[in-house]
């Protein structure tokens, strides 16, 4: 093993987390596992945004076609947005089924974040056409009944997980550029509604939204005042349109 160089000390633990990510292979090694054991419809299961002040966590699920391979499926985190873009499209255009479920933020501010994950995933594998017969999990495991294996690092090393994860990064993307128009001051278009030094000022600035996670600590440290703006009747109806749509996916 090569020594730690001063450099290698110095880094954060998400940059550590990244450099192992870009490290490992992203095959269809567990999904052979799978097809081997008996399982025809092996779906994986992923998340994004447990770690985000602000809107939902977003789970995907999506059967690949066993004939048809996707290229280039790996942990979303590690593809820049574009090349998201594209294989999100190939995902929905190529797999057996997908879908995708949110869990807003009151709901997490009510049982965790880490249940609120948990449901979001569940929800997506119910709505998946045709069922699934085994499923691939991120890091954890659901309650039901279904064969599963909960995987390390899984959307980096499965396929099938990193195409939910891809699915639903860009799904949940899209929503907080939406949020974004409606709660210009936070930047969520940018930061994704994560502990950004600009996502925090303007918490300290302006207090949070009613769609930032109250349980979360730079939540509810933050003054509580409501922003004036937000009483607005356009923003009013805007977030009614927006919560529709929420519900709709979810």
Not at 41 to 69: C, K, N, T
Not at 183 to 206: D, I, Q, W
Request: hydrophobic letters at 45%; one cysteine or more.
């Amino acid at each position: 093993m090569a020594p730690k160089t001063k450099a290698d000390s110095c880094i954060s633990p998400s940059a550590a987390k990244l450099r192992l990510l870009k490290k490992l292979r992203c095959t269809l090694k567990f999904e052979k596992q799978a097809w081997t054991g008996g399982a025809r419809l092996v779906a994986g299961v992923d998340e994004v945004g447990r770690g985000s002040l602000f809107g939902p966590v977003v789970a995907a699920a999506v059967i690949l076609d066993p004939a048809y391979r996707i290229r280039g499926l790996r942990d979303s985190k590690l593809l820049p947005p574009e090349r998201r873009e594209i294989l999100a499209e190939r995902i929905r255009r190529h797999a057996v089924a997908w879908a995708i479920a949110a869990v807003d933020a009151a709901r997490i501010d009510q049982i965790n974040i880490y249940q609120a994950s948990r449901v979001a995933m569940w929800q997506a594998v119910i709505e998946l056409q045709p069922a699934a017969d085994c499923l691939l999990v991120d890091a954890m495991r659901l309650d039901c009944d279904l064969p599963q294996q909960a995987i390390i690092h899984g959307d980096a090393l499965s396929a099938s997980i990193a195409a939910a994860s891809i699915l639903a990064k860009v799904e949940r993307d899209r929503m907080l550029c939406e949020w974004d128009a409606v709660f210009p001051v936070y930047g969520l278009a940018s930061n994704k509604g994560y502990s950004t030094p600009h996502h925090l000022a303007a918490l300290r600035e302006h207090g949070p939204s009613p769609l930032h996670r109250q349980s979360f600590a730079p939540v509810w440290n933050a003054p509580q005042e409501v922003l004036a703006f937000m009483l607005e009747e356009k923003t009013e109806e805007v977030l009614q349109e927006m919560a529709d749509e929420a519900a709709a996916i979810g």
